[in-house]
């Protein structure tokens, strides 16, 4: 489990450099593994480093719609909390594949008969692994799919 030796490991350095922010945005990410370990030895299962890049994952979602919400709401104050908190933890997770890569995984599972969009959708988030946007996903298999329909 390498991601959670950093992260442990970049606390002990945010602390040392006085970055109260990235320190209390690690502990979170930190406590939500945690839980998820305990959440996973209850069912048998042991935590992997997917697991743990899930839960990151999952921690991002909620910053992003924080900040959205925070936005709205016309709190600029906690919205910039919150996109701090989401680079940070952005850090950890692999980059985010490009609408081009997206396509040609879109179109490969097309090209391999499947056409209903569910089963397009899900074959390419299995394929993606938490790297794309789950709403830019489906804007290319709506845009593919249409494409395909329309021969």
Known sequence: MALVDQLKTDITQALRGGEALKVETLRGLLAAVHNREIELRGKGKELNEEEVLTVLGREAKKRKEANQIYSEAGRADLAEKESKEL?????????????????????????????????VMGAVVKETKGRAEPGVVKEIVEKVLGAENEK
Request: glycine share 16%; no cysteine; aromatic share 6%.
């Open 87 to 119: 680079e940070i933890i952005k850090s950890y997770l692999p980059l985010e594949m490009g609408a081009d890569e997206i396509e040609i995984i879109v179109r490969k599972v097309v090209g391999g008969g499947v056409m209903e969009f569910g089963q």
